[in-house]
T-cell receptor, first 112, second 110 residues
Framework: NAGVTQTPKFQVLKTGQSMTLQCAQD?????MSWYRQDPGMGLRLIHY???????DQGEVPNGYNVSRSTTEDFPLRLLSAAPSQTSVYFC???????????FGPGTRLTVL | LAKTTQPISMDSYEGQEVNITCSHN???????ITWYQQFPSQGPRFIIQ???TKVTNEVASLFIPADRKSSTLSLPRVSLSDTAVYYC???????????FGAGTTVTVRA
């Protein structure tokens, strides 16, 4: 099993550009989520999904969109990048609520 | 989610035992206590989870007193590779929204 994979690992955008961060898991987990981590801080929940076709907002959803068309994939879209979105983005999945979550390696995003 | 308080940083030496205490005074009856470890430039990794008393696995032990208002993660005989940030999370097993604070940065020196 590859676990949770994320692409790209690094990305530089200009203000106003859009892009999609990819996340995939091969563990058949129902629950997937996106977090962002700013320097010296913990992770903050952006969006999460409890199954294919079902998504909901987390703590900091503004400026981001998600969709979940399959169990395996949970892409995160930045609609119009802003410097405040410069961060490291982590995708996670888990088998059930409250269970140990598996995190991907992260995408380091810089918005100029 | 119950708010947690843990030390910002701790220093240790190789071979010592490291104990990180997390306070969660407002823990609810249905809440579990979970600890994650994060190495630089990596995503967090689940270490251990418990509800009460003591839980032990191959990586760490988790001690939870009867009132459950605090918990202690114990890392036996640490090595340089245990240098990481350790997060204490408290939440209902039915709640998927993990809430990470700033964590405790543990630095192990030779």
């Amino acid at each position: 099993n590859a676990g949770v994979t994320q692409t790209p690992k690094f990305q530089v955008l200009k203000t106003g550009q859009s892009m999609t961060l990819q996340c995939a898991q091969d563990m058949n987990h129902e629950y997937m989520s996106w977090y962002r981590q700013d320097p010296g801080m913990g992770l903050r929940l952006i969006h999460y999904s409890v199954g294919a076709g079902i998504t909901d907002q987390g703590e900091v959803p503004n400026g981001y969109n998600v969709s979940r068309s399959t169990t395996e994939d949970f892409p995160l879209r930045l609609l119009s990048a802003a410097p405040s979105q410069t961060s490291v983005y982590f995708c996670a999945s888990s088998r059930t609520t409250g269970a140990d979550a598996f995190f991907g390696p992260g995408t380091r995003l810089t918005v100029l | 989610l119950a708010k947690t308080t843990q030390p910002i940083s701790m220093d240790s030496y190789e071979g010592q035992e490291v104990n990180i205490t997390c306070s969660h005074n407002n823990i609810a009856t249905n809440d579990y206590i979970t600890w994650y470890q994060q190495f630089p430039s990596q995503g967090p990794r689940f270490i251990i989870q418990g509800y009460k008393t003591k839980v032990t696995n191959e990586v760490a032990s988790l001690f939870i007193p009867a009132d459950r208002k605090s918990s202690t993660l114990s890392l036996p005989r640490v090595s340089l590779s245990d240098t990481a940030v350790y997060y204490c999370l408290v939440g209902d097993m039915g709640d998927y929204k993990l809430s990470f604070g700033a964590g405790t940065t543990v630095t192990v020196r030779a």
